[in-house]
């Protein structure tokens, strides 16, 4: 279920006065909390990868004990990557829905049919509309 804006925005407030080392911090005891209960679900599909490397990345860099401000900056740009990435996705797939629908335009020319439906009172066997 989603968070109410107004609970979004008293959250957005706390953490905008918290400095990189305590985000983590919270960021650690959420994490905790969906473990030791399993109320959230991870993202599944391509974008559970994305957010599972993510954060595989970024726990490497804080055991390796990088700072706050170069594991922020690191995950930006990663964020940023898979932003690039999701538009070169939905890119190829606008491509192949355009393949797609050429090939059925173009079978359906070779077999005569027009692709719209059949009008009332044309079929065979069928007689006269009343």
Known sequence: MPLSPYLRDRLVARFDTLSD???????????????????????????????????TVEDGLRAGKVSATSVA?????????????SGVAA?????ASDLAGAATRAARAATGETGAPPQPG?????????
């Open 21 to 55: 080392e305590r985000a983590f911090q919270v960021l650690d005891y959420v994490e905790f909390l969906e473990s030791k209960y399993s109320r959230l679900e991870a993202p599944s599909g391509a974008a559970g990868l994305l957010v599972k490397l993510q954060e």
């Open 73 to 85: 900056e690191t995950l930006g740009f990663m964020q940023k990557a898979v932003g690039v990435l």
């Open 91 to 95: 890119a190829g797939q606008s491509v």
């Open 122 to 130: 044309t079929g065979a066997g069928e007689g006269p509309a009343r």
